[in-house]
């Protein structure tokens, strides 16, 4: 089964900026969804970021503007550009991919705004 392993993650101050970086143990294949999920504790996991096989992306409202998610089909990654990063952002971020009629979430990568 594909393994997502989730990098970059980490302490930042508000207003800074951080890129999350997510690889799959195996090939990406269409049609595919890919989508980084966040949970802050005591909340919910929501979704934060999403792009599809036909390079359409989907942003949170509360994430517009800010961050940018970019895939790398090639080398089966998925990419989240955050900028402008405010103390409500922190949270666990985790990678999702569904690909081939599987849906694998990676363990997650821990990001703290904080000054």
């Known amino acids: 089964q594909m393994q997502l392993v989730e990098s970059g993650g980490g302490l930042v101050q508000p207003g800074g900026s951080l890129r999350l970086s997510c690889a799959a143990s195996?090939?990406?294949?269409?049609?595919?969804?890919m989508a980084w999920y966040r949970q802050a504790p005591g909340e919910q996991r929501e979704l934060v970021a999403s792009?599809?096989?036909?390079?359409?992306?989907y942003y949170a409202d509360f994430v517009k503007g800010r961050f940018t998610i970019s895939t790398d089909i090639a080398k089966s990654t998925v990419s989240l550009q955050m900028h402008s990063l405010k103390p409500e952002d922190t949270a666990v971020y985790h990678c999702?991919?569904?690909?081939?009629?599987?849906?694998?979430w990676g363990q997650g990568t821990q990001v703290t705004v904080s000054s």
């Open positions: 999702n991919v569904d690909s081939g009629g599987a849906r694998v």
């Open positions: 195996g090939s990406i294949f269409s049609p595919y969804f």
């Open positions: 792009i599809n096989s036909d390079r359409i992306p």
